[in-house]
């Protein structure tokens, strides 16, 4: 047996940005991953001359922290923002790419909303805010701007984000900014108007909201992180791993090599799913677990495609999204050699499409061919192809995507607080909680750090 003070649970992002300030403080602690290798789902590939992701393609610099983490790494990793093309996004109305407007004059001009909303939408600061927190966010969509706004804007973004359903999903949990523009200033025009005036600190200039990824790819960013950490800190092929309570903290048991090795802590940090608690923590109470491990994933295939030679429709923008309404057979696709560098030969293409989601959860039971038909005959039709040759196809699955953030998240959110409060040195983090992006997971591994050294919030800088 040996004993550390930190047991950090998997080195996704936010176990490895926990990980990154805990070396950083000389903290005494050690990660468990049951994988053999670092970063999660953010895994980069080179081949054939394209560079792609098989998890996360891009993130947004949202959070502070996701920020600073790549200034802090700078030496080992490079900040890469899109170009700005990425500004240009796309959205299908009627077998038509539309791009998405910018602004109140470019929503009264767009051929994606109804003249009847668009009317709507000037009137849309002088609504009263809603007092429902759980009203589903087509509810609060319909109310505030119409079902044009909800079909061709809210919609598909949905779909590119959580590839969920705007009718289960609560911007209470789901868009909680979203949601506060309306709660705090009474309208999402209004409120962002607002807010654009508001003076803003060094520290919240940094979150610009602009689409980055890592040179090279973002795996850099993970084995920047990995190195800071510190490789001797890290346990990997850590299978089975159980947490009890003892006396004097936790005693933490797994298997590796055959082995089984037990750790004695005094605080323990879980990033993993929400669906493996149960087994990793069994002295909670099931009736409190259950509270956790209900929450709905949404299923996803990932496809990645990289054409040596492009020869469909201009490559200028971030990409296009589906709306469901459209009923196509894909979610969207991502340009991505298009706003990021040297991802595709010269006069080459990378793109990334998805299919699936939770409104057409039936497709992730296609099996590889049944997949490939269905993405040649949709990316001829939508991306102006005449022969499908892609040079690169990969196929990436994933039982247990995106968590969907519906009614049930408030009590979700609650029950991990009062777990936490009851087991002093146990922070139970992961995407069940605290958003699903980069910049979220970044933002959780901090404060999941700063919360088991009891440090204020400075004292790591």
Not at 303 to 322: A, K, P, Q, S
Request: hydrophobic share 35%; proline share 3%; net charge neutral.
């Amino acid at each position: 047996m040996i004993k550390k003070n930190i047991v950090v649970i998997g080195s996704g992002l936010t176990g490895l940005t926990s990980a990154h300030y805990f070396n950083k403080a000389n903290a005494d602690f050690i990660v468990l991953e049951k994988k053999d290798t670092y970063g999660g789902v953010i895994q980069t590939v080179t081949e054939n001359g394209f560079v792609f992701e098989n998890g996360p393609n891009t993130g947004v610099l949202g959070t502070v922290e996701i920020a600073e983490l790549f200034e802090e790494v700078a030496d080992e990793c490079k900040l890469e923002l899109a170009d700005e093309t990425s500004n240009k996004r796309y959205i299908l109305k009627t077998g038509k790419w539309e791009a998405i407007p910018s602004g109140l004059i470019g929503g009264i001009k767009t051929p994606l909303f109804t003249l009847k909303d668009k009317f709507r939408l000037l009137l849309e600061p002088f609504r009263k805010k809603g007092t429902n927190p759980h009203e589903t966010l087509a509810e609060l969509v319909k109310r505030r701007m119409g079902q044009s706004f909800l079909d061709y804007a809210v919609d598909p973004f949905i779909l590119g984000v959580y590839s969920g359903d705007p009718n289960y999903l609560v911007p209470k949990y789901a868009l909680p900014k979203l949601y506060n523009l309306e709660q705090d200033y009474g309208s999402f025009i209004g409120g962002s108007i607002k807010k654009g005036f508001e003076k803003k600190d060094d520290q919240s200039k940094k979150v610009t909201r602009k689409v980055f990824s890592a040179e090279g790819g973002l795996s850099n960013l993970t084995k920047a992180l990995f190195k800071s950490a510190g490789q001797e800190n890290f346990i990997f092929n850590a299978g089975n791993i159980q947490i009890s309570k003892v006396d004097k903290g936790y005693l933490v048991k797994y298997e590796n090599n055959g082995q089984i090795s037990e750790i004695q802590a005094d605080k323990i940090i879980t990033t993993t799913d929400s669906f493996e608690l149960e087994n990793l923590l069994p002295f909670i109470p099931k009736e409190k677990m259950a509270k956790i491990t209900n929450l709905k994933y949404a299923r996803v295939i990932e496809i990645v495609l990289g054409f040596e030679n492009w020869e469909g429709i201009e490559l200028d923008g971030f990409g296009g999204l589906i709306p469901f309404k459209e009923n196509r057979d894909v979610l969207g696709f991502l340009f991505l050699s298009s706003f990021l560098k040297n991802k595709a030969p010269k006069n080459g293409a990378l793109l990334t499409l998805f299919v699936g989601g939770t409104r057409k959860d039936y497709l992730n039971d296609l099996s590889d061919d049944e997949i490939k038909k269905l993405v040649e005959k949709e990316t001829k039709d939508l991306m102006g192809i005449k022969e499908f040759n892609p040079k690169l196809f990969k196929i990436f699955r994933y039982k247990k995507a995106i968590p969907q953030y519906g009614v049930t998240s408030g009590e979700r959110f609650d029950t991990v607080e009062e777990i936490e409060k009851t087991n002093k040195g146990l922070y139970i983090g992961g995407n069940h909680k605290d958003g699903i992006g980069m910049a979220d997971r970044a933002k959780q591994g901090k404060t999941l750090a700063y919360n088991a050294l009891q440090y204020i919030s400075n004292s790591l800088d």
